[in-house]
């Protein structure tokens, strides 16, 4: 794992926008095609704006959408489907393919099933990441599920993941807080060639330090990334600010 620190969360996504074009553009020199896993939240913002500004060849990239919430459409405001959509799907020029997952599909368990068909053989050069308060990677909420092979699971999602939810204002209660996600796995986000995580803000600053120091355990989800040789953690002043003393 390899960590950078950047002054401000906008600075954070340039450099992460930066490392994430280089490698989708190497994966297109070597195969023809690159394969990215897109994640959504604050921490994204930045990095979306910047990417798509890239200059990319977008013809020949396949994205994976990483989660979704359980029983909510692609036009409610606070899906992930309309995140995407609207910060980046249709911010760039004919994508080669987006496979979204669907939280309200009628049959859960078939939608599951059409994704990990997707994903089973497929291997992925960059997945964007983030950690949420609680130290979760994608939906998979302490303690998780390292074990699975599954590529996409379905998951509960804990009270402190919900209340973040709120908290960031995407909704204005918890009870409007869906309890179920379809999310990818943590193996599946390991067998990514590359993973770049973005993580600002001073609120996320004790998942930082969770990834980092704590034990690699299914409690403290983020820490299995320190097992990922070709992870690159891209921080901000705030969420860095307890571990600044390692990195002076």
């Known amino acids: 794992m390899r960590i950078t620190v950047c002054e401000d969360k906008h600075d954070l996504g340039v450099e992460a926008a930066k490392l994430g074009t280089l490698l989708i553009n190497e994966a297109i020199a070597k195969r023809g095609e690159a394969t990215i896993v897109v994640a959504t939240g604050l921490s994204h913002f930045s990095l979306y704006a910047h990417l798509v500004q890239a200059g990319l060849d977008w013809s020949k990239v396949t994205a994976f959408g990483l989660n979704e919430y359980v029983g909510i459409s692609p036009s409610h405001p606070s899906s992930f489907r309309h995140y995407l959509h609207s910060r980046f799907i249709t911010q760039v020029e004919h994508l080669k393919a987006y496979h979204a997952v669907d939280g309200d599909a009628p049959d859960l368990k078939a939608e599951v099933a059409r994704l990990n068909n997707l994903a089973k053989d497929r291997q992925i050069d960059v ?16 303690p998780a599920d390292f074990n699975t092979t599954e590529p996409y699971i379905i998951v509960e999602l804990s009270e402190r993941c919900r209340r973040q939810q709120v908290g960031e204002g995407w909704f204005q209660t918890l009870a409007e807080v869906p309890t179920q996600a379809i999310t990818m796995s943590v193996r599946q986000m390991l067998h ?33 990334l320190r097992t990922k040789r070709e992870c690159t953690l891209f921080l901000d002043r705030t969420s860095s600010i307890l571990i600044m003393g390692d990195r002076r």
């Open 192 to 224: 990514s060639r590359h993973v770049i995580c973005s993580v600002p803000d001073q609120r996320k600053a004790r998942a930082v330090a969770m990834c980092l120091y704590d034990q690699i355990s299914p409690y403290s989800p983020a820490s299995v």
């Open 127 to 142: 997945a964007f990441l983030g950690i949420g308060e609680n130290g979760h990677i994608g939906f998979n909420d302490p």
